[in-house]
Nanobody, 124 residues
Framework: QLQACGGGLVQAGESLRLSCAAS????????VGWFRQALGKEQEFVAA????????YYGDSVKGRFTISRDRLQNTVFLQMNTLKPEDTAVYYC???????????????????WGQGTQVTVSS
């Protein structure tokens, strides 16, 4: 079971850090991905990290502003979001992909065990 948290209401230009923790298991042999869905829009890939190597992948709209990382001891993945924009407003979800390969890291269909999501609202 994944638990995503850390969302909130911030102003444009501010930062938030989301976290995704696994209860009752570890992320070994998985990739952990963040996706977001704004009201009335399709779900969008945000970022992913391969747990074994810490290799990271980003969506074009967040590259350079967001950073995904992992903490092995806490068994947690973080999404540091800087320079937030109103268009970043969405519900953010984390999920895992077993045995990931580079070509599938951005593919939401390959992810499972979706957490409940955490709301991020950025005001202008």
């Amino acid at each position: 079971q994944l638990q995503a948290c850390g969302g909130g209401l911030v102003q444009a230009g501010e930062s938030l850090r989301l976290s995704c923790a696994a209860s009752g298991g570890t992320f070994a042999n998985y990739a952990v991905g963040w996706f977001r869905q704004a009201l009335g829009k399709e779900q969008e890939f945000v970022a992913a990290i391969r747990w074994s190597t810490a290799a990271t992948y980003y969506g074009d709209s967040v590259k350079g502003r967001f950073t995904i990382s992992r903490d092995r001891l806490q068994n947690t993945v973080f999404l540091q979001m800087n320079t937030l924009k109103p268009e970043d407003t969405a519900v953010y979800y984390c999920a895992v992909q077993w045995g990931p390969i580079t070509s599938t890291m951005r593919n939401k269909e390959r992810y499972q065990n979706w957490g409940q999501g955490t709301q991020v609202t950025v005001s202008s």
